[in-house]
């Protein structure tokens, strides 16, 4: 049973620059999650999709953004980026109607020069 | 209100010995209580989780304490190893919620 799988691994932008990331989630699971974990930092919570909708968003911009697809896989769309946006990305999977318990992927690490 | 504060930020013991990570949270809404495990360059991997119907639980060489008056909790590592040398995450989360809140986070290095 595959885990939740992120594409790409690694990934360098310039500011000013836009980047999609991908996440397919564990077998079985059909609500996504996406988080930002800075250097030393503990990760924090972007959005959840669910249903292909956002169900739930932290304090992020609205240069965040997402998609769900009707496979339950995901994208994180960063437009306009920042040097501030260098983070690794990653995103989480649950099973229906218990959302609280997540499993991470490996996430994407994402640099913008 | 959201918050959660985690200590200590780093933490060395010799193996076999027996580390405490300490968590402490506010918002009383919170019911869920997981440990996440994370290695340089990999994705946090769930380690063992609590819900506050229970003051203790155990899984192998790992065991959550909860107080939930005190709302604190603490993650315990029998007979650490030197393989037990990651970052430790507690985090809280409401099971009617969607998000989790993370801890600053514990590095722990366990010297042969």
């Known amino acids: 049973d595959a885990g939740v799988t992120q594409s790409p691994t690694h990934l360098i932008k310039t500011r000013g620059q836009q980047v999609t990331l991908r996440c397919s989630p564990k077998s079985g699971h059909d609500t996504v999650s996406w988080y930002q974990q800075a250097l030393g930092q503990g990760p924090q919570f972007i959005f959840q999709?669910?249903?292909?909708?956002?169900?739930q968003r932290g304090n992020f911009p609205d240069r965040f953004s997402g998609h769900q697809f009707p496979n339950y896989s995901s994208e994180l769309n960063v437009n306009a980026l920042l040097l501030g946006d260098s983070a690794l990305y990653l995103c989480?999977?649950?099973?229906?109607?218990?959302?609280?318990?997540?499993?991470f992927g490996p996430g994407t690490r994402l640099t913008v020069l | 209100q959201q918050q959660v504060k985690q200590s200590p930020q780093s933490l060395i013991v010799q193996k076999g010995g027996i580390p405490i990570i300490n968590c402490a949270y506010e918002n009383t809404a919170f019911d869920y209580f997981p440990w996440y495990q994370q290695f340089p360059g990999k994705g946090p991997a769930l380690l063992i989780a609590?819900?506050?119907?229970?003051s203790e639980k155990k899984e192998g060489r790992f065991t959550i304490s909860f107080n939930k008056s005190a709302k604190q909790f603490s993650l315990h590592i029998m007979d650490s190893q030197p393989g037990d040398s990651a970052t430790y995450f507690c985090?809280?989360?409401?099971?009617?919620?969607?998000?989790?809140?993370f801890g600053g986070g514990t590095r722990l290095m366990v010297k042969p």
């Open positions: 999709y669910y249903e292909e909708e956002e169900r």
């Open positions: 609590i819900r506050p119907d229970v």
């Open positions: 985090a809280a989360g409401q099971n009617a919620g969607n998000m989790l809140t």
């Open positions: 989480a999977s649950s099973l229906p109607g218990i959302t609280d318990t997540q499993y």
